[in-house]
């Protein structure tokens, strides 16, 4: 499925001419963003317009994991950086921009000035946690991998 509106779906499609591709294969596409947060930032799409994480089928989603585990090989030997973040978003309150799902190997130095991306303490009450930890874990009785 495309849709000729996201940006992305254009790049898939190959619609885009002024994408610098990294990799390319059946399945998914590997390009720099417009705007790199640092050199050697690449975003990793599938060719198939989905919003979110949790709409890739199995088999993209294996393969897109395989490409990211890759690439960030990559990006890390070819940029000789001291780290990686790989980030993905899902929805406008996660700061999702663009609504194809999409995954950001960011390579990292201790002075790219990019800061931190988590906050520095949390207040959650233990209760909150176990509650939360319940949940979760009562939900994932039935995931079978």
């Known amino acids: ?31 720099f963003p417009i705007e790199p947060a640092v050199l050697g930032h690449i975003l990793v799409i599938p060719h198939r317009h989905v ?23 990559v990006i890390v030997e070819t940029v000789n950086s001291e780290g990686l973040n790989i980030i993905q978003s899902n929805g406008k309150v996660a700061t999702q921009s663009i609504a194809h799902v999409h995954f950001h190997l960011v390579p990292r130095w201790s002075d790219d000035g990019l800061g931190r991306i988590w906050p520095p303490k949390t207040n959650y009450s233990e209760q909150a946690k176990d509650e939360t930890w319940d949940a979760l874990r009562d939900a994932c009785t039935g995931i079978h991998l």
């Open 1 to 31: 499925m495309t849709n000729l509106n996201c940006p992305f779906c254009l790049i898939a499609k190959r619609a885009d001419e002024n994408v610098r591709e990294v990799f390319r294969d059946d399945k998914a596409v590997a390009f």
């Open 51 to 73: 919003s979110s994480v949790w709409d890739l089928s199995e088999e993209e989603a294996e393969h897109i994991g395989l490409l990211i585990s890759r690439m960030s090989r």
